[in-house]
Structure formats: structure tokens, C-alpha cells
T-cell receptor
Framework: DGGITQSPKYLFRKEGQNVTLSCEQN?????MYWYRQDPGQGLRLIYY???????QKGDIAEGYSVSREKKESFPLTVTSAQKNPTAFYLC?????????????FGDGTRLSIL | QKEVEQNSGPLSVPEGAIASLNCTYS??????FFWYRQYSGKSPELIMF????GDKEDGRFTAQLNKASQYVSLLIRDSQPSDSATYLC?????????????FGAGTRLAVHP
């Protein structure tokens, strides 16, 4: 089954701790994205990547880091510098870069502070 | 600041009625527009996309685009209780050599029996 897999579904972070959210896709999509969603708000772009070994900051990149070593994988690290990490994190992918193609989402990871 | 605006709702409609969801966008250069449905606690699911002025129909859903007015709408005919969800409108804008999506905050739709 083709799709986007995010793990874990729920994650708890202790103060001062870095945590990594996994995102894997088997859709052969070039572009991948990370969004954050807070209650009652739209999705805000954290980072995006159009090709392997290249990624760009989105609107709210501070306190986050990413890597894109493989086409299929785009992990997001929430660092201790992100002071308000509690949110619903969504990974998405799309077929072609820069073409306005639809983005498809994984099931998301809910991150909370312990 | 590029923006997509939606009425937060809730929009309440009776079962079987037409639900009309509206969205405006600020970037006149936006070319592609998307409607996502998001059930409570779940991730967004793409239901429609539209690139050209006019109407696009898919089953009970019709997307309408008016680029001159910078306005996108989604009509849901024969609304069902299972359509109750938050509907997110998104528009592309070009920045730094890439097309990116800007999402509205969503309109909550409640279909009552």
C-alpha cells in the first residue's frame, strides 16, 4: 500500500530534550514537507525539501531541524530550543517540485511536554 | 504576508441540504487551490483541487474558482452527517524558487439529521 507513514503517533518530551519525528513515504514523491497545527489554527510550514540533500526553512523553522538523506525519508527533530513544542505535527509529500501538485498527508504525530 | 481567509464557523446545515464553504486568498499570483477535509483528531484528506476559473465537479463536491475576485468555494450537495468536519482551503504561492501552500484556519461544518 502506497502512503506516508509517521511515527510515533504520540510523543512526550522532557524539558531540555531533543526528540525526532519520523516520516517515510513510498509514493516516489520528490517533495516532502513538515507542518505544525495548533488547536483552531491552520497548518504552518516548518521545513520543506524538494530533492535529496536539500531543504528549505518554512515560516516557523526556529527550534526545529531536518535532514533529507534519502528520497523516502524526511525526519524532523524538535530541539530543546523550541519552547512551545506541544502541537500536532504533520508530514506531507507531493509528486513534483514547484508544480502546484496536491500534497498528501501522513496520520500525524501528537507531541506533548511532560 | 500571504494569507488564506476562511470563516471559522461552525456552519450548520440540515442533512440533505447544500453546504457552501468559502475562502479568499491574498496572493493574486496563486495558481492552484485545494480543499482538504479534516476530521477531529485526524490528518487532512485531499478532496478537491482546482486550477482554472469556473467549476469543477466530483461526485457531491463542486469547487468554484474566481481568480478576478480571489475567491474559492466548495459546495457539498446532499450533505450527510459524515460530512461533519473541518474543511481547509489552501492556495499555492511562489517564493524562493518554489511553490508553497498556504492554508486557511478552516471552516467547521456540522450536518445535523
Amino acid at each position: 500500500d502506497g502512503g506516508i507513514t509517521q511515527s510515533p503517533k504520540y510523543l512526550f518530551r522532557k524539558e531540555g530534550q531533543n526528540v525526532t519525528l519520523s516520516c517515510e513515504q513510498n509514493l516516489n514523491h520528490d517533495a516532502m514537507y513538515w507542518y505544525r497545527q495548533d488547536p483552531g489554527q491552520g497548518l504552518r510550514l516548518i521545513y520543506y525539501s524538494q530533492i535529496v540533500n536539500d531543504f528549505q526553512k518554512g515560516d516557523i523553522a526556529e527550534g526545529y531541524s531536518v535532514s533529507r538523506e534519502k528520497k523516502e525519508s524526511f525526519p524532523l527533530t524538535v530541539t530543546s530550543a523550541q519552547k512551545n513544542p506541544t502541537a500536532f505535527y504533520l508530514c506531507a509529500s507531493s509528486a513534483r517540485r514547484g508544480q502546484g501538485q496536491p500534497q498528501h498527508f501522513g496520520d500525524g504525530t501528537r507531541l506533548s511536554i511532560l | 504576508q500571504k494569507e488564506v481567509e476562511q470563516n471559522s464557523g461552525p456552519l450548520s446545515v440540515p442533512e440533505g441540504a447544500i453546504a457552501s464553504l468559502n475562502c479568499t486568498y491574498s496572493d493574486r499570483g496563486s495558481q492552484s487551490f485545494f480543499w482538504y477535509r479534516q476530521y477531529s483528531g485526524k490528518s487532512p484528506e485531499l478532496i478537491m483541487f482546482i486550477y482554472s476559473n469556473g467549476d469543477k465537479e466530483d461526485g457531491r463536491f463542486t469547487a468554484q474558482l474566481n481568480k478576478a475576485s480571489q475567491y474559492v468555494s466548495l459546495l457539498i450537495r446532499d450533505s450527510q452527517p459524515s460530512d461533519s468536519a473541518t474543511y481547509l482551503c489552501a492556495a499555492t504561492f511562489f517564493s524562493g524558487g518554489y511553490n508553497k501552500l498556504i492554508f486557511g484556519a478552516g471552516t467547521r461544518l456540522a450536518v445535523h439529521p
